[in-house]
């Protein structure tokens, strides 16, 4: 078996894993600027698909059915963001005569209508929050929100993600939110319609993982809590969430199951809740993919969800019985992204000058950059995602303190330094979080350099050198300047 | 060897005494001793009170540095006081400019030249790491001149 | 609370990243040749103990009660090696008004002495190899042997691990192994006392994982299969055995459980067993310390040994139930020490060149050095362990080899490549193994280069250059040819 | 840039061509065509056959090569021909001289000087790594000087 990998980054070395440990071959694809990213040189072939930006890359679907055939390739694994959710990829890729490794194209077409979605789980009996069909204007997204109160939500039917999601707290909002939502849309789903939801107030963010083969048996492995978010992105997730009880599992799984079976769900896919601080749970959708965090859900529960997810898409029968599927512990992801938490989580996209990465018991760290990798500007910010397991919560969470203070990344801002502020967070060690957690978190921050760190900034300075982040032309070394260097005791590693 | 910086926020003054490894620094009315050995522009050790931590360093730009050690990532921004301090953003005759917080692509211009603009009005949508932001002005009066086009990409500054 | 770590290399690093996962300070010692280890950096405070030979810093009892009062440490834990078993040294730290985080002393001295260990579980109804008490001469050791026929084991008393252990085949090998065994107990566990087992043809080696409180509460965390092993010591364990069966892990763990009980061990502890290919087990001994291999059983138990065995010694009870833990999954640990598999396990002591560790999925590295770390040759050879899990035994050794393939370890010979070579073989596969497995298997070996290495070589040889391990005195880079180099734009870590 | 080697086992002549990264290698009747793009002395990568190959090298003495690539490690031991070949280890007047195989503790002398050994007398106990080693001569003969005593270090050779 050989599988294309239609992503970058760490996912695809993720994937191109899982592919070798099931003893099958990877082919990996890379844009202009990926050429010597890790999970091109972790795969067992490379097909160059040209300039960096998506359209021409990742996302130019000719491209890469070409890359499949001319390496022989029998299936095709989308990843995650790019093309994992569009179904005219799948229709593609299926009717190139290759395996799809997602669900089918019409579930994910069903499931990405997000009214249509909604629509499903109603009609099955799991609660929806009050909202709208998609919006023919912006004038009756005016009405929707006169007749439930603000605030608001606005959402591109075809979204996902936090993309072309906006939060109208007030009637003056709504003509520019409507606007830039649809826009978004538009440009990164190809649909500007929007629809409107009721905004719940101070809610959790809860998953449930599901696996789902082609002969109707659908089973859930448990939720994620996914409340640590900024721009309505995840930065951070646990599992189990501190908000759900056994008898809460069983019931959000059982729902979770219901809205897969009645799609006709196949592989792995993942149901999103609200959930109330009352314990209340609406049906949000459903990401029709792996998800960024889905490696807690794998160490909690003991299964490898990215190999299951490839099986089931070749046809094998799910063999995990549900009753079996029981947390063991605890675990949390953080998401190293190249972004600065200190200005609003600013991209900082540069090269990564200095790469240390924690390990050691209960630390896992998928990542997909080495020191010296570049990380453009035109992609997903995520660097790593670093996961840690314990036998409880709390024991997961200093393992994570312990993690973090072995973690360097530097030449690029990353959210490492926030996840040191968030475990000195009262409210956070006790799992008090919810959707609007960060944002409030972090407005009462001030960071400023410590003394200390300023006098080592100071004598650095004085010395007058230190990792500069390179000239990106000046990357490729030649031989004449690598035999003038060679003969110097130093120890070095640059990858290009 | 000793050197004079100024500390960006909060404003201090910060002097620095090295003699072979040896660092003396005051930074505002604090002062420090410890040795750098230093194995290379990526790091090396700080000893202090007797604990040798290992340092991470990376120069990000001439005095701004991005440091790691103890456990903590710090980043410093020193200002030498011997050059002009940082011109703010401002155009001739006191104009001001509007310079690109963060480096991405200008997907739209919403303002063209000429237009009157409020502190806070939207100018331009700038989208990096598949994220569209909106760069608002600081300032109030007329845009003068636009410099960027859709599609454009623009380096932070 | 202050720990002190009277031990070096990965387990100490694996003891301060426990102490830090509790919320306690971890206080390291160091020999000469170690001061720029990992553990010593990742300590909150460090101690030199002096010259690099054991008896001078980590055998060094007074040097190392000093370290603990200096620094204010409350506990001191051992390790593994060293005086991890050594009684006179347990009494010295409880003497020292220290908590000793290991089994009360008394408990030591009696499984430390082989042949009363060997009472105590026949007395408790667990098999025991035909053996023989203390002997006075070597004319005992061969009246047993005409007794029960050759080929016999010749045991130091206070020995373990291997050393000062001797199979002797026929009676013209018999004088000379009990002056090595006899030797080697002097020299190591300062007793030169040797006994004598009939040796059990192709016997598994399992052991068995006990967890017990001060309150006479002992549990069994189920067994690990170690039969693939070099001069009597371990390079590879998996859990669970492919031998045992629920049943047998059942009465294998009652019988390690009745003999720890009866000896009224406390803390962490090991129970090793020989176990037939007929199913029949015989009590070999108990390691009365935490073993090199305890992390197969933390990550398919879900249990971290290190930390339960420090809260344990501080008197904690244990709340962990029998019924409760269940093996889930299978993993499995490979011993990277720095010895050359192709001349019979040569030591290779020398300089980390060039270290790149594997991550991802289902992989732990319990590591004691980084890039640039010297390799002593004072000490134990070990320099890191490899752990995988997976969803079964084939999946657990499929991501092995996945993770093999990306463990870089250059500058001295490793154990690596024996793990790349064990995976081929259809016997390992199929965990047909025994103790006399590994001789076997590497007796049927030839390796030569490959040609396309030969090329590589040759053609990196015409260039001239390429990483050298260094001159040891020329470690220290001083500030002045710092500053020379720094001006390039090279990226490099050296540690000294 | 032509050079010549010989493999050590077995024994092959080797030929190497390289022109601006570009390598040509006959090992034996064998012919490779690569390409090398070093970034460092640590490694770099193997073009090979469409694939960037990842190397990581060390060079553990002249024409001593430990290499990994394509998930392998590999060891191979170069001789240059226009060097003598290694000398056997050979004391003055054609007697043999016991070179040390492994670095190490010597802890005892097990035979004086003058002693008559066979080939396979275990002549010292070496011990390194805590592994206690018994070296053997491999030559019968008369022991002439005996060099170290017990507690002395050895490097190998």
């Given at each position: 078996m050989r599988v294309l990998i239609a992503n970058r980054g760490e996912i695809a070395l993720r994937l191109v894993r899982a592919c070798h440990e099931l003893g099958w071959e990877a082919v990996a694809v890379h844009s202009q600027v990926d050429g010597a990213q890790p999970y091109v040189l972790a795969a067992d072939a490379a097909v160059a698909l040209g300039p960096s930006a998506p359209q021409d890359s990742y996302l130019n679907v000719p491209k890469?059915?070409?890359?499949?055939?001319?390496?022989?390739?029998?299936?095709v694994h989308p990843g995650y963001g790019f093309l994992a959710e569009n179904p005219a990829f799948a229709r593609a890729v299926l009717d190139a005569g290759l395996v799809w490794m997602g669900p089918p194209p019409e579930v994910i077409e069903l499931l990405g209508c997000k009214t249509a979605a909604r629509q499903l789980a109603a009609r099955?009996?799991?609660?929806?929050?009050?909202?709208?069909?998609?919006?023919?204007?912006?004038?009756?997204?005016?009405?929707?929100?006169?007749?439930?109160?603000?605030?608001?939500?606005?959402?591109?039917?075809?979204?996902?993600?936090?993309?072309?999601?906006?939060?109208?707290?007030?009637?003056?909002?709504?003509?520019?939110?409507?606007?830039?939502?649809?826009?978004?849309?538009?440009?990164?789903?190809?649909?500007?319609?929007?629809?409107?939801?009721?905004?719940?107030?101070?809610?959790?963010?809860?998953?449930?993982?599901?696996?789902?083969?082609?002969?109707?048996?659908?089973?859930?492995?448990?939720?994620?809590?996914?409340?640590?978010?900024?721009?309505?992105?995840?930065?951070?997730?646990?599992?189990?969430?501190?908000?759900?009880?056994?008898?809460?599992?069983?019931?959000?799984?059982?729902?979770?199951?219901a809205v897969c079976q009645a799609a006709g769900y196949v592989t792995a896919g993942t149901v999103e809740f609200l959930l109330t601080a009352e314990g209340q749970f609406y049906f949000l959708e459903v990401n029709t993919r792996l998800q960024v965090e889905h490696p807690i859900t794998e160490v909690v529960y003991g299964v490898d969800l990215a190999q299951w997810m490839m099986r089931l898409a070749l046809g094998e029968p799910l063999t995990l019985q549900q009753q079996d599927l029981v947390p063991r512990g605890h675990a949390v992801e953080c998401r190293v992204y190249?972004?600065?938490?200190e200005r609003d989580f600013a991209p900082s996209p540069g090269t990564v000058c200095v790469l240390k990465e924690p390990a050691g018991p209960g630390v896992r760290v998928d990542s997909g950059v080495e020191q010296g990798s570049p990380v453009p500007t035109e992609y997903d910010p995520i660097l790593a995602k670093l996961i840690v397991w314990g036998e409880t919560r709390e024991h997961a969470l200093s393992r994570?303190?312990?993690?973090?203070?072995?973690?360097?990344?530097?030449?690029?801002?990353?959210?490492?330094?926030?996840?040191?502020?968030?475990?000195?967070?009262?409210?956070?060690?006790?799992?008090?979080?919810?959707?609007?957690?960060?944002?409030?978190?972090?407005?009462?921050?001030?960071?400023?350099?410590?003394?200390?760190?300023?006098?080592?900034?100071?004598?650095?300075e004085t010395l007058g050198t230190g990792v500069e982040p390179p000239d990106p032309t000046a990357f490729r070394t030649d031989l004449a300047a690598w035999r003038q260097a060679g003969r110097q005791r130093l120890l070095w590693r640059w990858a290009p | 060897m000793i050197r004079c910086f100024r500390l960006a926020d909060p404003q201090q003054p910060v002097k620095v005494r090295v003699v072979s490894g040896n660092v003396e620094v005051e930074v505002g009315d604090q002062r420090f001793h410890f040795q750098l050995e230093l194995s290379g522009p990526g790091g090396g050790f700080i000893h202090v009170e007797g604990k040798k931590l290992p340092l991470f360093c990376a120069r990000l730009r001439p005095g701004v540095w991005?440091?790691?050690?103890?456990?903590?990532?710090?980043?410093?921004?020193?200002?030498?006081?011997?050059?002009?301090?940082?011109?703010?953003?401002?155009?001739?005759?006191?104009?001001e400019e509007l310079v690109a917080p963060i480096p991405g692509r200008v997907v739209q211009v919403l303002v063209p030249a000429g237009a009157e603009v409020a502190p806070g009005t939207p100018v331009v949508v700038l989208e990096a790491m598949k994220m569209q932001n909106l760069i608002a002005t600081q300032v109030a009066g007329r845009v003068r001149e636009v410099r960027v086009a859709p599609g454009a990409t623009v380096e932070a500054g």
């Open positions: 890469l059915l070409a890359a499949a055939r001319e390496t022989g390739c029998q299936a099955v009996g799991v609660p929806v929050v009050p909202g709208t069909e998609p919006l023919a204007s912006v004038e009756q997204a005016r009405a929707f929100a006169r007749e439930v109160g603000y605030p608001i939500l606005l959402k591109a039917v075809g979204g996902g993600g936090g993309k072309g999601m906006r939060v109208v707290g007030s009637e003056g909002e709504l003509a520019e939110a409507y606007a830039r939502a649809s826009a978004e849309g538009q440009a990164f789903f190809a649909d500007p319609r929007v629809y409107a939801e009721k905004l719940v107030a101070f809610p959790r963010h809860v998953e449930v993982q599901i696996l789902a083969d082609g002969f109707g048996r659908v089973v859930h492995v448990g939720e994620r809590e996914c409340s640590i978010q900024r721009r309505h992105q995840k930065l951070l997730e646990e599992t189990p969430s501190p908000a759900v009880s056994p008898e809460l599992r069983k019931r959000l799984g059982e729902a979770a199951v190249a972004e600065d938490p994570l303190s312990r993690a973090l203070s072995e973690f360097v990344v530097l030449g690029v801002r990353t959210t490492l330094p926030l996840f040191r502020w968030l475990l000195d967070d009262p409210d956070f060690r006790q799992g008090r979080v919810h959707t609007g957690f960060l944002p409030g978190f972090l407005a009462g921050r001030a960071t400023k350099a410590e003394p200390i760190a300023v006098a080592v900034a100071a004598a650095l | 991005q440091l790691f050690f103890g456990g903590q990532e710090h980043t410093v921004v020193l200002e030498d006081p011997l050059r002009a301090s940082p011109r703010p953003a401002r155009g001739h005759d006191g104009q």
